[in-house]
């Protein structure tokens, strides 16, 4: 897993241009807070110049759609309890989802949030989430189980792949984006990324996996084609390249992890 996550990285980093209308009182923010705002950190896949202005903006994209995370994840912890499973997958899931809800509420206000915040006196909202406001509506607990249980493998999947691309190509990015602007706010998001994000996406990642392990491979192969499929329409969500199956089955792996390991209590 590590050695896959470190031999394919995705080299392409999709930064959106951003209007004038966005960029423009941005680095206003910047400059009022003594950051130049057209200092060059790197090319963007376009090789667009990624100026200081737009790698803020960047965090606030970050900041947004890392706390639309908590919904979603915070509803499916709940379905857990309500899809007729056994009750030792049940609880497990429950208090790796709920774990997750937390965290990626963290990474989106304490880590992604407080550095935009930082940067520019404003804190982000909603309207840059590429995930919109992360209305978890639509994952109410149905009264049918199966119906639950569906729900909460399709989500589970979904964000299986979005975390992978997180993994392997935005983080890795915005590091780099980070070492290249060397100033305080930057290198202290380089040690959250370090310390506190990256292992705990990874954690994520183990949660797609026990998805797998314990409730679509002994499903069959209809269950496993749809949770392939909706791993590759969450990467799809942030413009990342479909998995192929020898990538697929890499990442969701051999076996199913411990109850433990998805907690991060080894
Ligand atoms: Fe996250
Ligand atoms: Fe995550």
Redesign the pocket.
């Known amino acids: 897993m590590q050695e896959d996550q470190q031999s394919q990285q995705d080299p392409a980093f999709r930064i959106p241009p951003f209007s004038a209308r966005l960029l423009e009182p941005a680095r206003g923010r910047l400059s009022d807070r003594g950051i130049d705002p057209d200092q060059r950190l790197g090319v963007d896949e376009v090789g667009a110049e990624i100026t200081t202005a737009r790698f803020y903006l960047l965090l606030g994209i970050f900041a947004a759609s890392e706390k639309a995370?908590q919904g979603p994840t915070y509803a499916i912890a709940r379905l857990a309890l309500r899809a007729g499973l056994p009750r030792e997958i049940a609880d497990t899931l429950f208090l790796a989802y709920n774990q997750?809800s937390a965290?990626?509420a963290g990474h989106g206000d304490k880590v992604f949030g407080n550095a935009y915040y930082s940067m520019g006196g404003v804190p982000t909202d909603s309207s840059l989430s590429v995930f919109g406001d992360g209305g978890a509506e639509f994952l109410e607990p149905d009264s049918d189980p199966r119906v639950n249980r569906q729900r909460l493998e399709e989500v589970a999947a979904v964000l299986g792949g979005i975390?992978t691309v997180?993994l392997q190509r935005a983080l890795p990015n915005v590091n780099g984006l980070c070492e290249r602007w060397n100033h305080p706010i930057g290198n202290d998001v380089m040690t959250q990324i370090r310390d506190v994000v990256r292992p705990?996406?990874s954690r994520?990642v183990l949660n797609y996996r026990y998805v797998f392990h314990r409730l679509i491979a002994p499903a069959g192969q209809r269950q496993i084609d749809a949770y392939f499929h909706a791993t590759n329409a969450g990467r799809m969500q942030l413009d990342a390249p479909p998995l192929d199956r020898d990538r697929f089955a890499r990442t969701v792996g051999a076996t199913a992890p411990t109850a433990a390991q998805l907690l991060g209590k080894r």
Do not use: D, I, M, S
């Open positions: 995370g997750q965290e990626e975390e997180a705990e996406e994520h």
